[in-house]
């Protein structure tokens, strides 16, 4: 980048925030990295002085910090990144114990860890497809990011032991996002409808969907398999409801998609509405179905009953959870695979007559013992133990 473009990305930085103040943060017990999620990570340290740095400046910027980080990025030779440099002086000035995010795959949030030392990193996997973060969690731990009294809490006892880098402590505790969300106590269940979790997304956006890849082949299991899945629910006298993924004008498209291979009747389309809808609504369905939605992997950790979709047919276009898929899921009764839907009536029939104790030795089959065991109360108290408390 030319030193033109640096300043002109440096005059479009201060254009963009909503808010800008004069001086740099307020000393803080907690600093939380980026806006994902900020509501859920907030409750796990609510009695603690809190600041918000935006990597995004879309928000709010602090100056003398910036400008700090500005003449630090200077002096380096524009080594790294302005954002970098920005972060570390923010830090600086709010002296955290314990910095957290939920934009766990941003390297710049561990590239800190150096100038501080005296802090604790914690961070939160909101989703995953392929191995993208155990790259950035290598990459992190390369450059010193990481350190044994760090924690990333993971999805599954698979993904904690495959992600062990070596630095911090991997935490198979299931998402915060399901231990926040996903609550059985105040649900009443459906006896007459099951539910559908809806990976569908525009396909110009799909995250697995390479460019010149037919939509027709990316989708392909829930164009084989869906019409199955709903004759073998009408025949045991359930209806089946498609849990929206999509937001605004794109539900529109998400509707028309799912009519056009299950026609009008036997079941019903519901659109999400606000960020976390999905997760309010999983607790009310006797079963829920998934295709590749790593919500339906936070669903099965939170004590509900999930089965999953065969993803095969979708070649190494889509896979269900990369590491996980490969071995315990796909041997696993509670998937419904491709080449034997003559026998899913039966197959699911018996997973919704078996006891609770019973299905959940499947589920920790699947996602293991921790993200089952593991409460909002247990992440809690480990983000205490991290802030010396």
């Known amino acids: 980048m030319s030193f033109a473009a640096k300043i002109r990305k440096f005059s479009e930085l201060l ?10 943060p307020a000393m803080s017990r907690v600093v939380i990295f980026d806006r994902p999620y900020l509501a859920e990570i907030r409750l796990l340290v609510d009695k603690e002085s809190t600041c918000v740095f935006d990597p995004r400046y879309e928000t ?20 790294l990144s302005l954002t970098h440099h920005y972060f570390v002086s923010f830090l600086r000035f709010s002296k955290p114990d314990l910095v957290m995010t939920a934009a766990f795959d941003n390297l710049i949030f561990y590239s800190v860890r150096k100038a501080i030392s005296k802090s604790s990193i914690a961070s939160f996997l909101v989703f995953q497809r392929g191995p993208l973060p155990i790259e950035t969690l290598n990459k992190a731990t390369e450059s010193g990011g990481l350190l044994p009294r760090d924690a990333v809490f993971c999805y599954t006892d698979t993904f904690a032991k ?10 198979s505790s299931g998402t915060l996002l399901s231990k926040v969300h996903i609550n059985q106590s105040d649900q009443e269940k459906l006896t ?28 392909k299991p829930e164009i084989a398999m869906l019409r199955p899945l709903l004759d073998s629910m009408n025949r045991l006298g359930y209806e089946l409801d498609i849990i929206g993924r999509c937001v605004g004008d794109i539900t529109k498209e998400e509707h028309a998609f799912y009519e056009t291979y299950l026609g009008q009747k036997g079941w019903r389309f519901l659109p999400r509405q606000i960020e976390i809808g999905s997760y ?11 295709a590749a939605s790593t919500l339906g992997l936070e669903a099965l950790s939170s004590h509900l009953r999930v089965m999953f979709l065969d993803m095969t047919s979708a070649a190494n276009y889509r896979d269900h959870f990369w590491s996980t898929s490969e071995s315990s899921l796909r041997h696993s009764r509670l998937l419904l695979r491709e080449k034997e839907i003559t026998t899913w009536e039966n197959q699911i029939a018996e997973l919704l007559k078996v006891d609770d104790l019973a ?6 089959a699947v996602v293991g013992k921790g993200p089952m065991t593991t409460s909002f109360d247990d992440i809690q108290a480990k983000i205490k133990l991290m802030l010396g408390q």
């Not at 495959?162 to 935490?171: F, H, K, P, S, Y």
């Not at 409808?193 to 037919?214: C, E, K, L, T």
């Open 15 to 24: 254009l963009m925030p909503k808010k800008i103040s004069l001086f740099g």
């Open 60 to 79: 709010r910027l602090f100056l003398a910090p910036f400008v700090k980080g500005i003449l630090n990025w200077v002096f380096t030779g524009f080594s």
């Open 162 to 171: 495959e992600w062990n880098t070596g630095g911090a402590e991997m935490i």
């Open 192 to 219: 007459s409808r099951v539910g559908f979790i809806s990976s569908y997304q525009h396909y110009g956006d799909a995250i697995n969907g390479p460019p010149g890849v037919a939509e027709s082949v990316f989708y």
């Open 280 to 290: 309010k609504v999983l607790a009310q369905y006797p079963m829920i179905f998934s």
């Open 359 to 364: 299905f959940e030795l499947f589920a920790q």
